[in-house]
Protein backbone atom coordinates (compact mmCIF):
# COMPACT_ATOMS: atom_id res chain seq x y z
CA UNK A 1 0.00 0.00 0.00
CA UNK A 2 1.55 3.86 -1.29
CA UNK A 3 -0.07 6.50 -0.04
CA UNK A 4 0.84 9.73 -2.01
CA UNK A 5 0.95 13.63 -1.23
CA UNK A 6 1.39 16.04 -3.58
CA UNK A 7 2.37 20.20 -2.94
CA UNK A 8 4.18 23.00 -4.64
CA UNK A 9 1.17 24.30 -6.40
CA UNK A 10 0.07 27.58 -6.89
CA UNK A 11 0.12 31.22 -9.05
CA UNK A 12 2.61 31.71 -11.09
CA UNK A 13 3.34 34.21 -14.58
CA UNK A 14 4.25 32.72 -17.65
CA UNK A 15 7.70 31.84 -17.92
CA UNK A 16 8.38 31.08 -14.18
CA UNK A 17 9.09 27.87 -12.39
CA UNK A 18 7.49 25.70 -9.73
CA UNK A 19 8.86 22.67 -7.82
CA UNK A 20 6.44 20.26 -6.88
CA UNK A 21 6.88 17.52 -4.44
CA UNK A 22 5.10 14.07 -3.86
CA UNK A 23 5.75 11.96 -0.58
CA UNK A 24 4.62 8.32 0.24
CA UNK A 25 4.27 6.88 2.69
CA UNK A 26 5.51 3.09 3.23
CA UNK A 27 8.98 1.12 3.05
CA UNK A 28 8.48 -0.23 -0.57
CA UNK A 29 8.38 3.42 -2.11
CA UNK A 30 11.73 2.26 -3.53
CA UNK A 31 10.36 -0.68 -5.58
CA UNK A 32 8.07 2.05 -7.51
CA UNK A 33 8.18 3.39 -10.66
CA UNK A 34 6.55 7.38 -10.41
CA UNK A 35 4.73 8.89 -12.58
CA UNK A 36 2.78 12.61 -12.99
CA UNK A 37 0.04 13.34 -15.07
CA UNK A 38 -1.82 16.24 -14.83
CA UNK A 39 -5.38 17.14 -15.81
CA UNK A 40 -7.01 20.66 -16.70
CA UNK A 41 -10.71 21.79 -16.86
CA UNK A 42 -12.55 19.30 -19.47
CA UNK A 43 -10.00 17.68 -20.28
CA UNK A 44 -8.23 14.19 -20.37
CA UNK A 45 -5.59 13.38 -17.40
CA UNK A 46 -2.26 13.62 -19.75
CA UNK A 47 0.98 12.03 -19.24
CA UNK A 48 3.87 14.33 -18.14
CA UNK A 49 7.18 12.37 -16.94
CA UNK A 50 7.91 8.78 -15.15
CA UNK A 51 10.77 7.41 -13.62
CA UNK A 52 12.13 4.30 -13.12
CA UNK A 53 12.19 3.19 -9.50
CA UNK A 54 16.12 3.29 -9.38
CA UNK A 55 15.79 6.50 -10.57
CA UNK A 56 18.19 5.37 -13.57
CA UNK A 57 15.47 6.26 -16.50
CA UNK A 58 12.99 9.11 -16.77
CA UNK A 59 10.07 9.81 -19.85
CA UNK A 60 8.82 13.34 -20.77
CA UNK A 61 6.10 13.93 -22.82
CA UNK A 62 7.20 15.86 -25.98
CA UNK A 63 4.67 18.94 -24.87
CA UNK A 64 6.92 19.45 -21.84
CA UNK A 65 10.60 17.51 -22.43
CA UNK A 66 13.62 20.63 -22.19
CA UNK A 67 11.30 22.38 -19.57
CA UNK A 68 10.01 20.14 -16.80
CA UNK A 69 12.87 17.51 -14.80
CA UNK A 70 11.37 14.33 -12.57
CA UNK A 71 13.31 13.51 -10.15
CA UNK A 72 13.52 11.51 -6.86
CA UNK A 73 15.07 10.70 -3.44
CA UNK A 74 14.08 7.28 -2.12
CA UNK A 75 15.70 7.89 1.12
CA UNK A 76 13.16 10.52 1.43
CA UNK A 77 10.37 8.38 -0.23
CA UNK A 78 9.95 12.00 -2.39
CA UNK A 79 9.75 12.28 -6.29
CA UNK A 80 9.90 15.76 -7.59
CA UNK A 81 8.50 17.47 -10.70
CA UNK A 82 10.62 20.61 -11.57
CA UNK A 83 8.48 23.05 -13.85
CA UNK A 84 10.49 25.67 -15.89
CA UNK A 85 9.75 27.91 -18.06
CA UNK A 86 5.61 27.81 -17.65
CA UNK A 87 2.77 28.82 -20.35
CA UNK A 88 -0.52 29.29 -19.68
CA UNK A 89 -1.40 25.90 -21.07
CA UNK A 90 0.22 23.89 -18.49
CA UNK A 91 -2.52 25.03 -16.14
CA UNK A 92 -3.52 21.77 -14.42
CA UNK A 93 -4.16 19.71 -11.35
CA UNK A 94 -0.99 18.15 -10.91
CA UNK A 95 -1.17 14.15 -9.89
CA UNK A 96 1.75 11.92 -8.97
CA UNK A 97 1.02 8.39 -9.23
CA UNK A 98 2.82 4.97 -8.42
CA UNK A 99 3.33 1.58 -10.25
CA UNK A 100 5.56 -1.62 -10.57
CA UNK A 101 4.62 -2.15 -13.77
CA UNK A 102 7.10 -2.02 -17.10
CA UNK A 103 8.69 -1.18 -19.31
CA UNK A 104 8.14 3.00 -18.76
CA UNK A 105 7.26 2.94 -22.21
CA UNK A 106 3.60 1.53 -20.68
CA UNK A 107 3.57 3.88 -17.71
CA UNK A 108 2.19 6.93 -20.03
CA UNK A 109 -1.37 5.11 -19.81
CA UNK A 110 -3.32 6.21 -16.46
CA UNK A 111 -4.40 2.82 -15.82
CA UNK A 112 -1.07 1.17 -15.23
CA UNK A 113 -0.79 2.82 -11.75
CA UNK A 114 -2.41 1.37 -8.52
CA UNK A 115 -1.70 4.79 -6.55
CA UNK A 116 -2.58 8.22 -6.89
CA UNK A 117 -2.39 11.32 -4.87
CA UNK A 118 -5.10 14.47 -4.50
CA UNK A 119 -3.71 16.50 -6.87
CA UNK A 120 -2.05 19.50 -6.78
CA UNK A 121 -2.92 22.79 -8.26
CA UNK A 122 -1.15 24.77 -11.19
CA UNK A 123 -2.08 27.90 -12.35
CA UNK A 124 -0.09 29.90 -15.06
CA UNK A 125 -1.17 33.63 -15.44
CA UNK A 126 -0.60 35.51 -18.98
Known amino acids: QVQLVESGGGLVQAGGSLRLSCAAS????????MGWFRQAPGKEREFVAV????????SYADSVKGRFTISRDNAKNTVYLQLNSLKPEDTAVYYC???????????????????WGQGTQVTVSS
Open 26 to 33: GRTFSSYN
Open 97 to 115: AASQAYPLTRLTRPYEYGY
Open 51 to 58: IKWSGSST
